[in-house]
């Protein structure tokens, strides 16, 4: 099955900065990839869909970048806020029209 | 209700119990999944429906998990003779149509823990 992979656990940083979460997928490129914030003791809810032929999307101060050469998907928050603290999950559909196989996630900490 | 809805939010069973957990989706929602999430990783595919079939149920663990959505909007998630390894969220999620490009709508899980 595929595999996707979101580098980095925890991720601090500084109010107003751009926070850059990355994940990296194995094998061949899905059709799209999506972004979904997690909090404490809730379920998942999306953000964003990027499909393979888009190479950014942006959503207010989101934006998440597909670089299929790379295998890359790259998720920023610009300007952030304490309240942008949060996992933020990548997920990819497995094989063709299959469900989506998450990311272990990665937490972000927006520091005052 | 406008969102997915999961009850119980916390269940504790002993080793060897049976447990039902249940999942309102949101009204019309045709695709219904079930994630597995343990500590600290992402959700896990368990299975999933498209009105009341079931169409993939690759993820379950065991012949000990089953889910079932009969009329075609709740469903359940039943496991028999728990083991400490089935301790998790359960996650239920509801799509509007076919899931493909479509976002997933999750309800707030339901804490299990096997003692």
């Known amino acids: 099955s595929q595999k996707i992979e979101q580098n980095s656990e925890a991720l601090n940083i500084q109010e107003g900065k751009t926070a850059t979460l990355t994940c990296n997928y194995t094998?061949?490129?899905?059709?799209?990839l999506q972004w979904y914030r997690q909090d404490p003791g809730r379920g998942p809810v999306f953000l964003l869909l990027i499909r393979e032929n888009e190479k950014e999307k942006r959503k207010e101060r989101l934006k998440v970048t597909f670089d299929t050469t790379l295998k890359q998907s790259l998720f920023h928050i610009t300007a952030s806020q304490p309240a942008d603290s949060a996992t933020y999950l990548c997920a990819r559909p497995n094989s063709g029209n299959t469900p989506l196989v998450f990311g272990k996630g990665t937490r972000l900490s927006v520091i005052a | 209700g406008a969102g997915v809805s999961q009850s119980p939010r916390y269940k504790v069973a002993k080793r060897g119990q049976d447990v039902a957990l249940r999942c309102d989706p949101i009204s019309g929602h045709v695709s219904l999944f079930w994630y597995q999430q343990a500590l600290g990783q992402g959700p896990e595919f368990l299975t999933y429906f498209q009105n009341e079939a079931q169409l993939d149920k690759s993820g379950l663990p065991s012949d000990r998990f089953f889910a079932e959505r009969p009329e075609g909007s709740v469903s359940t998630l039943k496991i028999q003779r728990t083991q400490q390894e089935d301790s998790a969220v359960y996650l239920c999620?509801?799509?509007?149509?076919?899931?493909?490009?479509?976002?997933?709508?999750f309800g707030p899980g339901t804490r299990l823990t096997v003692l």
């Open positions: 094998n061949y490129s899905p059709a799209y």
């Open positions: 999620a509801s799509s509007l149509a076919d899931y493909t490009y479509n976002e997933q709508f």
